[in-house]
């Protein structure tokens, strides 16, 4: 019974195995990005390339405006946030590795799956010491 439910409680710290999701959005507003609900969703494509995915966030500034990008990325180079010319410069960016992570606010399937973790591993864990 103990190791039933250890593997239980390991199981639930386990992550899916399936693609990274990020946001896809490209914008001249920035506001255009920011209500997440009606931004598409990408699966990226695990297989594309020998590096693994990872989703980006950065926000270019030159003089004719604002441009947000938020999109899987393949080949990361460390250069992603480098300006990419004397015209055009990054102002805020971001690369990250977990599903949707590349917009500004909290992550929060990623913290709803934590907080639900924390809640069954403290029922599993109350189950543990009471048949101990």
């Known amino acids: 019974m103990k190791g039933f439910l250890l593997l239980l409680a390991s199981g639930l710290l386990l992550h899916e195995g399936a693609?990274?999701?990020c946001y896809n959005c490209q914008s001249t507003d920035t506001n255009d990005c920011?209500?997440?609900p009606k931004?598409?969703?990408v699966d990226c494509d695990p297989t594309r390339d020998?590096?693994?995915p990872v989703c980006i966030r950065r926000?270019?500034?030159s003089s004719?405006?604002?441009?947000l990008t938020l999109q899987c990325l393949y080949k990361s180079t460390g250069n992603e946030c480098d300006s990419p010319s004397a015209t055009h410069h990054v102002t805020k960016c971001r690369l990250c590795r977990e599903n949707l992570c590349n917009h500004s606010g909290i992550p929060y399937q990623s913290l709803?799956?934590?907080l639900t973790c924390i809640y069954f591993l403290s029922i599993l864990i109350k189950m543990i010491n009471k048949y101990m």
């Open 19 to 21: 693609a990274l999701k």
């Open 34 to 36: 920011t209500d997440l």
């Open 39 to 41: 931004v598409q969703i």
């Open 50 to 52: 020998a590096l693994s």
């Open 59 to 61: 926000v270019l500034q």
């Open 64 to 67: 004719l405006g604002t441009n």
């Open 112 to 114: 709803a799956y934590q």
